[in-house]
């Protein structure tokens, strides 16, 4: 990669040193991107540095929301069955001519095929072109079993047909996994026998073109030409790997970045009095949960559940893991989720009642575990602290409760398993901004033994959620999801704990960054002052 | 010569072979699945799970994915990183060149302050100078350095910013990378003030990582300089009349200097344990913190493969410092 | 890092008050190496008493002070000397009873070293041949991998926690004392009193640890002193990592590790766990070195 690169980094030198007009920004970003080709990983990091700057999708989220608008796909039409969703491509758009690759021709519908085939079908010559490649956000999503069919209707439209009704179908076509590449770009890899080459030198249509990466340090990126949305007003983009965040603070302050995600909770106050600096702040698309296993006594008992959740000081988690920048949760979805039901009371934390309540419910002298995560997570900073919260709040209404903890993977994994003994802390980061993907996939009955970590199936409440599923009309699903949430609040599977704000410091410098209440981090229209 | 050197070899070859089944061993031994870990939160059905396992090899009997992998290795072949997808030894030697150049500059500098602050400390025993040395080498030894480096960033970064945070060079340039050094690239570059900044970059990190090795070799040289000074030969061109800069410079130091150069090898492995917290504190993109990143990222291939070659070439220095002994006293080739 | 030079022996002398009297006439020469006792013998005592010198509970937190800082500077409580942490934990409990970890890890490491060390070592430099080889064999394997590195490692096998960090730590450790009992093994066992003993028909096993073991002491207290410095510095390093002992633990290295977010806002957090590490592992050092100048008659003459 290295020696491939060459040619292009020596390029970009000489008009990055030739041309002092150029505007640089630089984007302290907190890790290395897996790869280039986003169908193959799930971090957002890796997003960040493939699927928004380079690529585009057929749909895409509109700036600063969760709703869809049009992308590569200037129109849709949804078949009245709700199986067949046929797009029109937007003409015209042209991929990005970079040092490795001249493309001849515009975006059409044997590039969108090829996004999808290559991870739909196993025989697909680029199924695996990079070892054990696993397509997890694809099948995450459940498109192989989806998924009936993709054909090529004209060459600029394309029809999916599904097996299946599925309501969030098109906001799934909004995901990174989604990205179309450019077939004409594959085929010449494939000829050249360097299929890898996709993975680690990326060519789309999105609003920046691929420069160079240079491994744990760099990654360089030049504005698209000819970006259908037209040029950006930056000319570089630079992603500066740094991962400590104290570090990346000092970076923002030292001038050597324009703009950083993750800052530690304790910094945001000082930042905030900064003069050069101006911090965003938006709720981020996220739950921290404590899940009861509610299949085991006596946490079978609502009236149980119900005592512990006003048992635990949320604020005093909120305050000491986040220093204030999250927010107390009442619902297991976030509050800029549409279908948010508001009219719900919150928690109210009063010890001296829930002792009472458990006392009632006939259990004293209880002992119990709470599992704490082994790594800071963007809905929980600090398990192992929130935990010594829980447990000092726990010992205050009499329960005693050991304090827990396996390695990451083994955590996952074990905490998955129906007869578990303990409640588990642990969260989610929404994918698309719909409420399925919190509501059913969290705590639907499908998701016992797996996703559904309080191992909780409620008849009442599953046939809600999979009702919405398969309704097309927005306003009815979330009259649905409206009504799971009370039903939720009811029988409390989980102590919802936090959704945590996400927070952007960024030199005064900046204009245009809009934040993602998905989580992106996207400098599409986004300036620098000299 | 010759049968000294085929000995060391013969004993390097099984000794190679031991540390490939260790790291091989500690890998399999690992809690945690990682395939289960590439999913995070999400769900992996067991169909997929099992498809991977099998794309990854991990489904085989153990001592076939041993062998597999030793003879792999002999094509220079260890393995692809589960999560990049990329070939361990591209990334070791996108990576390693960092490493390199850091320690090297810390050897430099813990050589040049170390041995004359060890010659002056023994040439003036006793002194205020000598127990001032002594002590702050005494400090230096048992520094903590990943505290060490934390104050530096505080002090110099944070509160005078006179030094840059991390990272390798400012990131106003950029140029393709030749050798891989910093410092070499910079120069190639031609770009004004780009090595002034590499240079920059460099001055915390080798502080930090040099700080251990200046104290052994500044304590080595006293220790080696007294000895000698205590031998007949120099009393007696001293009782010659002989200048004492005669004395100590020609005479005395290049006895003296023969431990001390093994001292300096057998820092490489002091300097890439070392470079797994220096790196880690000053985000440096060398070895170290890609070890550390892999073992929280369960990263099998390359913590196996990392330890190998790493394990590797410390061998291979110590080879080299057995060598250049041999050559320099004769008498232990036997 | 641990090198050292002691390769001296110390003569069976009859009199082994006169011995004792003479070690002490040479350390107590070396005034670094007194004050290193003092404070050692200090952290011992704090260690033991932590519980009743310690102004708080270690774990308890104080929600209403949280990152205090220490009473010296603004905002100070007199409650909190040494300020607080980020849950409201005083520092200054939470280092004294962390000086038991520290010397609970010293100890048991060296221990484990020590005694894994010389029992392997004894086996190899008196049997020598093949049991010999596969043992150095093994040793160099161990050698081969940065101390660190090899640790690290292990403990991701093992689990993260103290008790395997420990374990992992005088693993590593344990070829330099196997390397230097043999060598002294080696060097002893033809010497007179050896061969007397033999003839005279001690067995193996007494010959071992009895006859020859004793009169090899001397380097490997030195390197234990070095060992049981290097086993703080590493845990503490492990806990920096993430790899060592586990929060709320109040182990330095691990102190540091949930510090370091703090870094720019409190910077008392930060630099008291530090300052605590290196005072121990600096006063241990100077101690060895007294002890070392006061074994080694080689360096004694000089």
Known sequence: MKRSTFAAAFLAATVLSGGASAKTLVYCSEGSPEGFDPGLYTAGTTFDASSRPVYNRLVEFKPGTTEIEPGLAESWEISDDGLQYTFKLRPGVKFQTTSFFTPTRDLNADDVLFAFERQLKTDNPWNQYVAGAAWEYF???????????????????????????????????????????SKEYADSLEAAGKKEQ????????????????????????????????????????????????????????????????????????????DANLQVMEAPGLNIAYLAFNT????????????????????????????????????????????????????????????????????????????????????????????????????????????????????????????????????????????????????????????????????????????????????????????????????????????????????????????????????????DVAE | ???????????????????????????????????????????????????????????????VQYLDYLSGIVTGDFGRSIVTKQPVTAQFFELFPATLELSICAIVFAILLGIPAGIFAAVRRGSFFDQSVMGAALVGYSMPIFWWGLLLIILFSGILQWTPVSGRISLMFFFPSVTGFMLVDSLLSGQAGAFASAASHLVLPTIVLGTIPLAVIARQTRSAMLEVLSEDYVRTARAKGLSPFRVIGVHALRNALIPVITTIGLQVGVMLAGAILTETIFSWPGIGKWMVDSVFRRDYPVIQGGLLIIAGIIMLVNLGVDIMYGLVNPRIRH | ???????????TDPSRRRQIAEFWFYFSENRGAVIGLVVFALLVVIALAAPLIAPHAPNAQYRDAVLVPPFWEEGGRAAYPLGTDAVGRDMLSRLLYGSRYSLFIGVIVTSIALSGGIVVGVVAGYFRGWVDTAIMRLMDIILAFPSLLLALVLVAVLGPGLTNAMIAIALVLQPHFVRLTRAAVMAEKTRDYVTAAKVAGAGPLRLMFRTILPNCMAPLIVQGTLSFSTAILDAAALGFLGMGAQPPTPEWGTMLAEAREFILRAWWVVTFPGLAILITVLAINVMGDGLRDALDPKLKRS
């Open chain 1, 139 to 181: 099948s995450g999503m459940g498109f192989p079993d989806l998924i009936q069919s993709i054909e090529k209707v004209d060459d600029m439209t394309v029809k999916f047909t599904l097996k299946t009704k599925e309501a969030p179908f098109l906001a799934n076509l909004g995901m990174d996994f989604a990205s179309i590449m």
């Open chain 1, 198 to 273: 996709l993975n680690q030198m990326p060519l789309g249509t999105g609003p920046y073109k691929f420069v160079a990466y240079q491994q744990d340090a760099v990654i360089r990126y030049q504005a698209h030409d000819g970006y259908w949305k037209g040029k950006e007003k930056i000319d570089d983009l630079v992603f500066a790997i740094t991962t400590d965040a104290a570090v990346r603070l000092q970076k923002l302050k030292a001038g050597e970045c324009h703009v950083m995600p993750y800052p530690n909770a304790a910094d945001v106050e000082g930042m905030k009095a």
């Open chain 1, 295 to 526: 299949t085991q006594a006596p946490f079978d008992k609502t009236e149980v559940r119900n005592a512990i959740n006003i048992a635990i000081n949320r604020e005093a988690i909120v305050d000491a893991v986040f220093q204030g920048a999250a927010v107390p949760a009442k619902n297991p979805i976030p509050p800029t989720i549409w279908s948010y039901n508001d009219a719900i009371p919150a928690d109210k934390y009063d010890p001296a009642a829930a002792k009472a309540a458990l006392e009632a419910a006939g259990v004293s002298g209880l002992s119990m575990k709470v599992w704490a995560m082994p790594v800071a997570r963007p809905y929980m900073l600090n398990a192992r602290r929130a935990a010594e919260l829980i447990q000092s709040d726990l010992a205050a209404v009499g329960i005693t409760a050991e304090i827990v903890s396996y390695e990451w993977a083994e955590y996952l994994e074990r905490s998955k398993a129906k007869d578990r003994d303990g409640a588990v802390i642990l969260g989610w980061t929404g994918d698309n901004g719909d409420p399925d993907n919190f509501l059913h996939t969290l705590l639907g009955c499908d998701a016992v033994g797996g996703n559904n970590r309080a191992q909780w199936c409620n008849k009442e409440f599953d046939d809600l959620v999979v009702k919405a599923k398969q309704e097309t009309d927005q306003a009815e699903r979330a009259k649905l999801y409206e009504q799971a949430q009370v039903v939720f609040k009811r029988e409390t599977p989980w102590v919802t704990l936090d959704h945590s704000t996400v927070v952007m410091p960024m030199s005064k410098k900046v204009s245009g960054y809009v934040m993602s209440p998905l989580g992106h981090h996207s400098f599409s229209g986004v």
């Open chain 2, 1 to 63: 010569m010759l049968r000294f050197l085929l000995g060391r070899l013969a004993v390097l070859v099984p000794t190679f072979i031991g540390v490939s089944i260790i790291a091989f061993s500690f890998i399999r031994l690992l809690p945690g699945d990682p395939v289960a870990l590439l999913s995070g939160e999400r769900v992996m059905s067991p169909e997929r799970h099992a498809e991977i396992s099998r794309e990854l090899g991990l489904d085989r009997p153990i001592i």
């Open chain 3, 1 to 11: 890092m641990a090198h050292t030079s002691a390769l001296g022996s110390v003569s």
